[in-house]
């Protein structure tokens, strides 16, 4: 069974989101603050986290940086009514997987759950050049030096190297990487390509990575 750990201060939310949960076969764990999400988190070890962010004690964003120094897998989704593109990007930044605006329909919140929990056949190792990824232990080397890449990080610069040679258009990169239509402007893709070409010291336009202006980006060796 699939085990969800809530964390909302909220009862009629986190209330509401549990009978309907448990209705759709899934088990379900509440916490009702930032500390006791931490404690739940790790003794609990559930499979997805939905996660509130404004929360008494520790925000959702410092449980959200707490959960990713210690599980960099397990996906986050933020239920939130925060919805401005500088809030999105620093969710995502943090490790989260998804970001839900409050208010929300149940159905939108299944196909949510659903799209992090599918199965995808991925090989092991994967190569640009003198980058390497391992899609089973999401370690980064380039050369033989260890590239430290957050969880969002990594799945982007796989998407990229899996579509090596062709344009990934932002759009493309959205529905594909976040499994998901944002709503937002999806200039975010930008924050996150210069982190990855930062970590990896790549140049803008004679790297593994170009942009394509008014597009999107590709990776090519």
């Not at 839900?100 to 149940?106: A, D, G, N, Q, V």
């Not at 994967?126 to 030096?145: C, F, H, P, Q, R």
């Not at 930062?198 to 004679?206: A, C, H, T």
């Not at 170009?210 to 090519?220: E, F």
Request: charged share 30%; net charge negative; hydrophobic share 40%.
């Amino acid at each position: 069974m699939i085990h969800i750990l809530i964390i909302e201060d909220e009862p009629g939310i986190y209330n509401f989101l549990k009978q309907g949960l448990e209705e759709e076969g899934y088990e379900i764990t509440i916490a009702v603050n930032g500390k006791q999400g931490i404690d739940f988190f790790e003794s609990s070890k559930p499979d997805i986290v939905l996660l509130d962010w404004m929360l008494p004690k520790i925000s959702g964003i410092e449980v959200c940086k707490a959960i990713r120094e210690k599980d960099s897998e397990t996906p986050i989704l933020f239920l939130t009514a925060k919805d401005t593109i500088q809030e999105t990007i620093e969710g995502l930044q943090f490790g989260a997987n998804d970001y839900i605006k409050k208010p929300f329909s149940f159905e939108e919140l299944l196909e949510r759950i659903k799209i992090h929990f599918r199965n995808k056949k991925r090989q092991n190792i994967l190569a640009l050049g003198n980058i390497s990824l391992n899609t089973n232990t999401y370690e980064v080397k380039m050369d033989s030096s260890d590239i430290a890449l957050t969880q969002r990080e990594f799945e982007l610069l796989e998407y990229l190297i899996r579509n090596k040679g062709n344009v990934c258009r932002r759009d493309e990169i959205i529905d594909k990487v976040w499994g998901i239509n944002f709503e937002y402007d999806t200039g975010v893709i930008d924050v996150f390509i210069n982190a990855i070409r930062k970590k990896l010291n790549l140049d803008k336009k004679n790297g593994y990575i170009k942009t394509v202006r008014g597009v999107g980006y590709i990776a090519n060796e």
